[in-house]
């Protein structure tokens, strides 16, 4: 271990400590710009492809421009916003699943109806943390202030002491969802769940816990395009499910890269939205973009004539 000395560099010392590293800026006042709304660190992802490989100075590759980096991190931005409004079509979509089947099927349990069928800690696995569960959800409509349901139902109702079903989905994280789901203590309700997504129990509880994690990635405006996914997750049997187990010569692994999470939510949206032109959209910035390398988002070489990107798709 050491102690970290460096010092933070104003925007002309960045612009000069790129050019040492032998990166063209064709126009420095632009450049300055950029790494003062953007931030020379967030940027420093989206140079390392356009770096010689484990040079300690890290210096570019011959001929490596500025707009390069900014092009690759523009690319990324708009790949983010696509994941962002598939995987908020699919979080609203399973919150109305979830509530859907299990406020119907236990409408009339004992002692709790379908409006509060969360309360009855029978329906969840033994593992499943129910006690907390309630408790955020009590610490949700407790904190609740203004205009919204948890508020009303608090200052008009007595019992039981937490809000309907309908709402709680409404309030929990995308994660709590993903947990909730996880619980379920009948494979049956998991099963039927799925099953209105087209995906086998199994594989929609991993992609549930991929998702979440890639929305957070989204949310905090994190890096995409190269990112490996800590946790692959199941995939149907299925042939259109297929992905090599490497990429040649790269060795990227497909199932661990954005890829297949594209390939998810392209067919969940066939599900949630039929109509959706989504699809088309992540083909379009891929065109828009063709200086992007693929492989290292783990896209495979005929990947266009895939079911799911197919155009009558």
Known sequence: MKTFSKLANNLDEQIT????????????????????????FRLSSYMRPFQIPSDKDHTFKPETEFKSVVNLYAFDRELRLLLMDAIERLEVAVRATFN??????????????????????????????????LSDIENIQSKSKGDSYATFYKENYD???????????????????????????????RKKIARRFDVPQDVFQSWLHSLNSVRNYCAHHSRLWNRQL?????????????????????????????????LMLAHLMRQISPDSQWHNKVKALIVLHPEVPLAPMGFVENWRSHIFWGADQ
């Not at 126009?27 to 020379?40: C, G, M, N, T």
């Open 159 to 189: 019992a039981p002491r937490l809000m309907p079903s309908w709402a709680v989905v409404e309030e929990l994280s995308f994660g709590a969802i993903s947990h909730l789901y996880k619980g379920l203590a009948k494979d049956g309700d």
């Open 100 to 133: 859907n089947h299990m406020s119907i099927k236990y409408q009339t349990e004992q002692p709790y109806s379908g409006s509060h069928w969360y309360l009855n800690e029978m329906l969840f696995c033994k593992n499943y943390n129910h006690k907390r569960m």
């Open 17 to 40: 400590l790129l050019q040492k590293r032998g990166l063209t800026i064709l126009d420095p006042e632009r450049a300055k710009h950029y790494l003062e709304v953007i931030s020379f």
């Open 230 to 262: 800590s946790v692959s997750p199941k995939l149907p049997n299925a042939l259109q499910w297929q992905l090599p187990e490497k990429l040649e010569p790269s060795q990227i692994q497909p199932n661990r890269r954005i890829y297949v999470v594209l």
